[in-house]
């Protein structure tokens, strides 16, 4: 599949002057907290303490996508949800939040722009108030805007994406794979076990986007620090995530190195970018930097963690890619099927009966695209993997107009990452617990793996 590009906008879909944010979301005064929308940055419907709630008993009624047992064990929620007629899930945490389980629910979520805006993807305890970033651009666009300023952000970032600008990237995401498998030093088979997730699959997506964005790579374990704190702090109260702040103050100064040494990296091609006649001012330069940073790590080192761990307990899947290689190709589409990582979220734009649900403004949408992608009524075998399935057009880059613009550069890290992984070690098996992520990206956060003898 290729990437969607929005159609060209009228000039009387464009707005009449481009919508600002009241102040800047990079730390520039201390953020205002309460409890509504009004003067506000972050608002909270009722206070939050997840002690309150406990364990999730039903996820039919009580969804928490930040519960440990969640992510080992999603694909049994799923069916489980299917299996007894629930199409859309409820929850009162976070001040409430819906999550439709079936794809044709996902799916229509993801297609109506009308009731649903994308101006917050990810469900904490805090909204975003008036004097947040505001829709139609949200704090890190595209991903975060609304039509028509979601076109114009997203055609900007399409370029650097495309197939001609990601090909070349090969040759140098397998010289890291292979330098990485060199750094885990002499392997002695039946013996040694490696973490497969903390020693290979976290240092690949962090240091290719860290290059495109022309950021120091010795920052590299600070940007896997900013990923946690963005995706995996959801429940904490609002103004005592310091890290966010924190990312804000590095993204400036990235910015401003950048304004002062020039270069040709993904920044500069931000910083350079004009839109109406203007350059982009620095919050919507420094949000999109925000997504790409976040978004491109964590989403594909989840995506190879994931595959190597199906790998990991399937020696007829790993004996087929070592006999026919061909395979890879149909491969990878299996594992972003089964193992999609990605769960995006919307806002309720304005009370809305969606599906039977009496969904209210402000209210919190769950987006499980691999959810979506298990659905026995969309995919034949849904819960089976199938390394060579034909038909598979999966959700695992998202349904609608904020389709993954990344999904060219994804797909070339998995694909030499698990090829690279593969040659060097043919034959492995899982040699531990596995720890699994918390929130909206699922992947294994410790993957120990024993290399066996050939």
């Known amino acids: 599949m290729t990437d969607i590009i929005d159609p060209p906008l009228g000039s009387d879909a464009l707005p009449e002057e481009p919508p600002v944010a009241p102040v800047s979301q990079f730390g520039l005064r201390d953020s205002v907290i309460g409890d509504s929308p009004e003067g506000?940055?972050?608002?909270?419907?009722?206070?939050?303490?997840?002690?309150?709630?406990?364990?999730?008993?039903?996820?039919?009624?009580?969804?928490?996508?930040?519960?440990?047992?969640?992510?080992?064990?999603?694909p049994k929620v799923w069916k489980q949800l299917r299996d007894d007629a629930c199409p859309v899930?409820?929850?009162?945490?976070?001040?409430?939040?819906?999550?439709p389980i079936t794809h044709d629910a996902v799916h229509d979520v993801a297609y109506d722009t009308d009731n649903f805006t994308s101006r917050s993807v990810v469900v904490s305890v805090g909204r975003p108030g008036d004097m947040a970033m505001p829709a139609p651009i949200g704090a890190v666009p595209p991903i975060s805007s609304d039509p028509p300023f979601h076109g114009m952000a997203r055609r900007m970032l399409l370029p650097p994406f495309a197939p001609k600008q990601i090909e070349p990237w090969e040759d140098e995401v397998r010289v890291l794979c292979r330098r990485l498998l060199d750094d885990m030093g002499e392997i002695t088979p039946g013996e040694t076990t490696i973490d497969a997730a903390v020693q290979y699959a976290q240092h690949i997506p962090v240091n290719v986007i860290g290059r495109m964005l022309g950021f120091p790579e010795e920052d590299e374990a600070l940007f896997r620090e900013f990923?946690?704190?963005?995706?995996?702090t959801i429940a904490e109260e609002p103004g005592t995530r310091t890290g966010i702040d924190e990312l804000g103050k590095y993204i400036r100064a990235q910015i401003e190195d950048h304004r002062e040494n020039p270069r040709d990296d993904l920044t500069s091609y931000l910083m350079n970018m004009e839109m109406e006649g203007e350059k982009l001012s620095d919050d919507i330069v420094g949000g999109s930097i925000v997504l790409l940073l976040i978004a491109g790590i964590d989403t594909t080192w989840s995506a190879i963690g994931s595959?190597?761990?199906?790998?990991?307990q399937s020696p007829e899947d790993r004996q087929r890619l070592t006999d026919d290689p061909e395979v890879m190709t149909f491969a990878i589409?299996?594992?972003?099927?089964?193992?999609?990582?990605?769960?995006?979220?919307?806002?309720?734009?304005?009370?809305?009966?969606?599906?039977?649900?009496p969904m209210k403004k402000d209210d919190w949408v769950l987006l499980p695209f691999p959810a979506a992608n298990r659905d026995p009524k969309q995919f034949e075998d849904a819960d089976t993997f199938i390394i060579d399935r034909?038909?598979?057009?999966?959700a695992?880059?998202?349904?609608?107009?904020?389709?993954?613009?990344?999904?060219?550069?994804a797909r070339l890290e998995l694909k030499v990452a698990s090829e690279?992984?593969?040659?060097r070690f043919p034959n492995f098996e899982l040699a531990g617990d596995v720890s699994w992520s918390v929130g909206q990206i699922r992947g294994p956060r410790v993957l120990p793996i024993k290399i066996l003898a050939d």
């Open 89 to 99: 899930a409820h929850s009162d945490r976070y001040g409430g939040m819906w999550i």
């Open 420 to 423: 690279e992984f593969i040659a």
């Open 227 to 232: 990923v946690h704190l963005a995706l995996e």
């Open 333 to 357: 589409e299996e594992f972003l099927r089964a193992y999609a990582p990605v769960t995006m979220a919307r806002m309720v734009a304005k009370d809305h009966e969606f599906h039977g649900c």
């Open 390 to 394: 034909e038909v598979n057009r999966h």
């Open 40 to 74: 506000t940055d972050v608002w909270q419907r009722v206070p939050y303490d997840a002690d309150d709630y406990g364990p999730v008993s039903d996820f039919a009624t009580d969804f928490d996508h930040a519960d440990k047992d969640y992510n080992p064990n999603a």
């Open 396 to 409: 695992a880059f998202g349904l609608g107009i904020h389709r993954c613009l990344g999904s060219n550069l």
């Open 307 to 312: 595959s190597l761990w199906h790998l990991a």
